[in-house]
């Protein structure tokens, strides 16, 4: 059983930076694929970015490369989540999620795990 926490989450200006962090629970913490994922009011869950057990292999969806970088340190049991250049259609519920299996996918439904979510909020 794993628990996920994250924290982070606020109000940004547009254009501003914001650090999540998805502290876990539990033992073999780097034997879990990790992913972030965000939702808006009324839209579907999204997949934004995911990271390998080891961390050696990261995914991002299109409309955040180059923005947002996944991270994580397995020695602290936990995920990072540095988004910059922020806008405001990055507003929504962000939440973290872990998969057995040291891969990440960007299927939600492939996961296992998952946290309450951290509201962001970017305003124009």
């Known amino acids: 059983q794993v628990q996920l926490v994250e924290s982070g989450g606020g109000l940004v200006q547009a254009g501003g930076s914001l650090r999540l962090s998805c502290a876990a629970s539990?033992?073999?913490?780097?034997?879990?694929?990790m992913g972030w994922f965000r939702q808006a009011p009324g839209k579907e869950r999204a997949f934004v970015a995911g990271?390998?057990?080891?961390?050696?292999?990261?995914y991002y969806a299109d409309s955040v490369k180059g923005r947002f970088t996944i991270s994580r340190d397995n020695a602290k049991n936990t995920m990072y989540l540095q988004m910059n250049s922020l806008k405001p259609e990055d507003t929504a519920v962000y939440y973290c999620?872990?998969?057995?299996?040291?891969?990440?996918?960007?299927?939600?439904?492939?996961?296992?795990?998952w946290g309450q979510g951290t509201q962001v909020t970017v305003s124009s």
């Open positions: 990271i390998s057990g080891n961390g050696g292999t990261r």
């Open positions: 999620a872990a998969r057995i299996g040291v891969l990440a996918t960007t299927t939600p439904a492939s996961y296992d795990y």
């Open positions: 539990g033992r073999s913490f780097s034997s879990y694929g």
